[in-house]
């Protein structure tokens, strides 16, 4: 035991440790920083935990925001998709809409074109039957217009004229007049 005690004040002499009566302080000094090392590496595993815990965290965000980002996307372009066939739709029911009113308005064109048409050969008719009536009646009239059913019809026409009220029992209701 003695070369011990001697062997460890060789020790602390050349390393400036210090040795008390208890024994040398060289195996708490040992131990203290063995307790010293084992905190620090504690401390650094625990520091790469949480680094490495960070950046998981990063990429879950990254890859987070990368959904988002593409979801978004493509609910953009469902929706421009949408509107570009409601405004194609919209475009197409104007086209119809411009199309039907401009075939209204020509057929209801035609229709007035064929009325005034029919009221003109109307009126031509008439002007022509009053002029034969009046060529008839001052000895005028053509011999072909005698054998007219027609000419026949308008010119032995009798009248009886005898009031000007238009009442029944006058000559000039249509019921008292004699054909």
Known sequence: MLLCLLLVLFESLSNNIPVNNS???????????KRSQDRDYDMTQEARRKAEEAEEAKNKTYETAQQAKEKTQSTMNQVKDKAAQAAEEARRKAQEAAE??????????????????????????????????????????????QDDPYYRE?????RTNTGTTGAPGTGNYPGNRNY
């Open 23 to 33: 024994g040398p302080v060289v195996f708490q000094e040992r131990n203290r920083q």
């Open 100 to 145: 039907k009113t401009k075939e209204t308005a020509q057929a209801g064109k035609e229709k007035t074109s064929g009325i005034l048409q029919q009221t003109g050969e109307t009126m031509k008719n008439i002007a022509q039957g009053a002029a034969d009536a009046v060529r008839s009646t001052i000895g005028m009239a053509k011999n072909d217009d």
């Open 154 to 158: 308008t010119t032995t026409t009798t």
